[in-house]
């Protein structure tokens, strides 16, 4: 990563101090943007993975962040290496946190000196409550669709959020980024900026770093063709009235 900006995305376990654990680790490996993962307080019904009876985690993978914390491994009888098993039941027993409510907030702003930043909100009154939390910023996120089937679409939750908080918080946009176009659009929608999630993995598992590289110069130049096509030299330029219609 070199002098870049390290942004950590917490999932939120149930134990406090394996929580606490994480927070104090990023800190130390130089992350200075918390990031807390609200859309998935539990796995959804996900009938592909159900199709396909796919979820690494029961096999110990994916599981690195956990298996090697000093808080998370004082809670097991045995090293990981020793009794796998009893590890992924460990993981599986914390992951998940559905009673967490707004106060739990507290608990990370006493344990993170820097900015926090809520990711799943679709709805304004959340957005609210987040910035009366102390909170930073809200990423505007259905975590790609793939937690409730029908969900709001998060490009039309993203308007109504950007009014309701206006300068109290950043506000920032994700779900469905796969062009320099929807990225005009969301900047357009009332975003400052965009996370942008699968297609960097697509570049990654044709052609490694160069393949996320190539992925990223790509959807920037688009961008900045998307801009100047229409009318912009800056995206500080850009506002809703780009994607109105001409009145006929």
């Known amino acids: 990563m070199g002098d870049a900006e390290r942004w950590f995305q917490l999932y939120w376990a149930k134990d406090r101090e394996v929580t606490r654990s994480f927070l104090g680790r990023a800190r130390a490996c130089?992350?200075?943007?918390?990031?807390?993962?609200?859309?998935?307080?539990?796995?959804?019904?996900?009938?592909?993975?159900?199709?396909?009876?796919?979820?690494?985690?029961?096999?110990?993978?994916?599981?690195?962040?956990?298996?090697?914390d000093p808080a998370f491994l004082a809670g097991l009888a045995k090293p990981v290496h020793e009794d796998l098993n009893a590890a992924v039941l460990r993981f599986v027993g914390m992951f998940a946190d559905p009673g967490k409510t707004w106060?739990?907030?507290?608990?990370?702003?006493?344990?993170?000196?820097?900015?926090?930043?809520?990711?799943?909100?679709?709805?304004?009154?959340?957005?609210?409550?987040?910035?009366?939390?102390?909170?930073?910023?809200v990423v505007v996120s259905n975590h790609g669709g793939r937690q409730v089937a029908g969900s709001v679409a998060a490009a039309d939750a993203l308007p109504r959020v950007a009014r309701a908080v206006g300068d109290r918080l950043t506000v920032l946009f994700d779900s469905?980024?796969?062009?320099?176009?929807?990225?005009?659009?969301?900047?357009?929608?009332?975003?400052?900026?965009?996370?942008l999630g699968r297609p960097y993995v697509y570049g990654l598992g044709l052609d490694g770093q160069a393949g996320v590289e190539h992925v990223i110069r790509c959807l920037l130049a688009e961008f900045d063709l998307t801009l100047a096509l229409s009318g912009h030299a800056t995206p500080a330029t850009v506002t809703a009235g780009d994607l109105e219609e001409s009145p006929a």
Do not use: C
């Not at 990031?35 to 993978?61: E, M």
């Not at 006493?110 to 909100?121: Q, S, T």
């Open 30 to 68: 130089g992350f200075s943007v918390l990031v807390v993962t609200l859309d998935t307080p539990l796995l959804a019904w996900r009938p592909r993975d159900l199709d396909q009876a796919y979820l690494p985690f029961l096999h110990g993978v994916g599981t690195a962040n956990y298996f090697t």
């Open 103 to 137: 106060p739990d907030l507290a608990f990370l702003r006493e344990n993170w000196d820097g900015p926090i930043v809520l990711k799943g909100v679709l709805h304004p009154d959340d957005a609210l409550l987040a910035a009366e939390a102390g909170m930073d910023g």
């Open 176 to 195: 469905g980024v796969r062009t320099g176009d929807d990225v005009f659009k969301a900047l357009a929608l009332g975003a400052r900026a965009v996370l």
